[in-house]
């Protein structure tokens, strides 16, 4: 009762007609249904999150929310430990030809969805090819590109059925991959998200499926209450290596971080994800399990090809002089209280080929005077008028550091900066998606998969673009294309590094995103909660999270 009265007050979301139902809402004392007399309950773990911006479907989830809770439902041919280390899953073997041209994927026997459908080759390949079809409007179809028979399936109003050419399922459990050029990157790949199965169900509504997903990961969809919670219990019939050690995860809604710190201070939640801006300075002192260390998350804001005056040689210049007006030690420092590192690249830390010595970084050093000199080259091409805006969402926990970036724009190059708020990540992304978000806008980006291509590939490639992967910009180069396909025809990774690494200095040129820092894992948990961990993507293992009654 204390965590719904609670609840009521904190999170503005909240309907009183949704209150009965919270009532018997997942608690730390909460147990899973079904034990038996003679073994104890398994507890159910209460996590964080937001409304996701879509169905619960792979191939169309690009927000961090949705997958959150996706990777619970569904399984893949792979996934990876905390080190970024592949592990198989679906798949016992990867294996590349001699030119990494295509591969022959062993599936393990046995494999089924929640609902007992079986899991084969064709059951992969089938649903690759619903992903990869333009007609099916999927958010992912950019990764497939790297497969055969890609471009053939880019017509929207083209055969929703029509499967990719280089996809043979030779058995049950085989399945031959022809891809449409070398990629040593494929094995990695394949654990993103949009490469997770569907079953014969998805096909015949997918939106509907989106609502009641049926997958073949650690968990099962128990309830989805909008706006409210998302309820998981365990799936009996998986088998892999992800097997819940608890008696389900709830996640529960919020439309605030700082809401959500204070319910896991009140010990209403278990386990906060992401400590908000307004505590980072005081929640390591709480009585509370704390976390700070270096991730994966590469933070920046997007200026899109589309804006006015940001196109051409004008907006070359104004992205440069944008980026030097941004003190990002100064606000790593003061606001952030140094749960983040300057970028110096557009991949993170934790992830092969890093690097601080790329030729144009230099253009991210806090430079007043720079600023304004090339801000001035600009406004001799065209002059500036109007309001620069930065858009990102109140739910997110942002505002002190997005109102200090628009302080600093605003003072070293004495313009108007202002942020452009939406209430919602799920309302910020449909406005991104649907490309009439009219201003510049905050971007994370954590791969699925722990490769440079998955940073670099996804979010500036053009097969990225115009809606079909996270190149949100519309970023269009032939110059940085060319180079992330010499990096795809390496054979070996140490091999590719070196042309990513010249494909990020031509991103230095041109800047569809202006970089700001790396942000570090920061959560905290409840002292009840047991075998507290964090996986590849910096967030909690939630199948390992159990919680002491």
């Known amino acids: 009762m204390k965590k719904t009265v609670h609840r009521l007050i904190t999170r503005t979301a909240v309907a009183v007609l949704a209150a009965s139902s919270m009532l018997v809402s997942g608690c730390s004392s909460g147990t899973s249904s079904g034990a038996s007399a003679s073994a104890p309950a398994k507890s159910i773990v209460t996590v964080n999150n937001v409304e996701p911006a879509a169905g619960l479907i792979p191939s169309n989830t690009d927000d961090l929310a949705g997958w959150k809770v996706v990777t619970q439902l569904y399984e893949g041919l792979v996934t990876f430990d905390a080190a970024g280390k592949l592990i198989y899953a679906d798949a016992t073997s990867i294996t590349p030809n001699a030119d ?10 046995g494999l089924h969805f929640s609902d007992g459908e079986k899991i084969t080759a064709s059951t992969y390949a089938k649903s690759w090819s619903f992903a990869a079809n333009a007609a099916n409007g999927q958010l992912g179809a950019a990764i497939f590109s790297t497969i055969k028979g890609y471009d053939a399936l880019q017509d929207e109003n ?3 059925n029509a499967q990719l050419s ?32 569907l079953p014969q169900s998805a096909y015949k509504n997918i939106d509907a499926f989106g609502e009641h997903p049926v997958g073949n990961g650690p968990y099962k969809l128990a309830s989805w209450s ?23 995860v709830t996640y529960e809604l919020y439309t605030s971080l ?10 209403n939640l278990d386990v906060l994800d992401s400590i908000p801006s307004s505590a980072l300075k005081t929640y390591s002192r709480e009585q509370l399990q704390t976390v700070s260390k270096p991730g994966p998350g590469f933070k920046s804001f997007t200026i899109p090809q589309s804006m006015a005056h940001f196109s051409g040689k004008e907006g070359a210049l104004r992205r440069a002089a944008i980026a030097h007006a941004v003190d990002r030690e100064s606000i790593i420092k003061k606001v952030l209280y140094g749960t983040a590192t300057k970028a110096t690249d557009f991949t993170a830390p934790t992830i092969a080929g890093y690097s601080q010595i790329l030729s144009g970084a230099s253009v991210l050093d806090y430079d007043a005077q720079q600023a304004k000199k090339l801000w001035k080259q600009a406004d001799a091409i065209s002059p500036w008028e109007g309001t620069f805006r930065l858009a990102y969402s109140t739910d997110s926990g942002n505002k002190p550091w997005i109102d200090a970036i628009c302080n600093s724009i605003r003072n070293a190059l004495g313009i108007d900066a202002q942020p452009l708020i939406f209430s919602t990540s799920k309302e910020l992304s449909t406005a991104i998606h649907n490309r009439t978000v009219g201003a510049a806008f905050i971007q994370g980006l954590q791969s699925d998969y722990p490769h440079p291509e998955g940073y670099l590939v996804q979010a500036y490639d053009s097969a990225s673009a115009d809606g079909k992967g996270l190149n949100n910009g519309d970023y269009k180069s032939a110059a940085f294309d060319a180079l992330i396909d010499q990096a795809a025809r390496q054979t070996t990774l140490d091999g590719a590094i070196g042309y990513y690494h010249k494909a990020e200095e ?9 970089p700001l820092w790396y942000t570090n894992v920061t959560a905290a948990a409840g002292k009840q909660v047991g075998s507290l961990s964090f996986n590849y993507m910096g967030l909690p293992d939630y199948y390992k999270l159990t919680v002491n009654n």
């Open 506 to 514: 031509q991103l230095f040129q041109d800047l569809p995103v202006i």
């Open 226 to 248: 909008h706006d409210e919670e998302i309820k998981l219990v365990p799936n009996p019939k998986y088998t892999g290596p992800r097997k819940a050690k608890n008696g389900g």
């Open 166 to 197: 280089g996809l043979k399922a030779v058995n049950d459990t085989t399945l031959e991959v022809t891809l449409a050029a070398p990629d040593s990157s494929f094995p990695y790949k394949v654990g993103d998200v949009a490469f997770l199965p």
């Open 158 to 160: 083209g055969d929703k």
């Open 100 to 109: 990494a041209s295509r591969y022959t994927i062993t599936l393990r026997s």
């Open 258 to 267: 700082d809401a959500a710190y204070s319910d896991l201070l009140a010990g």
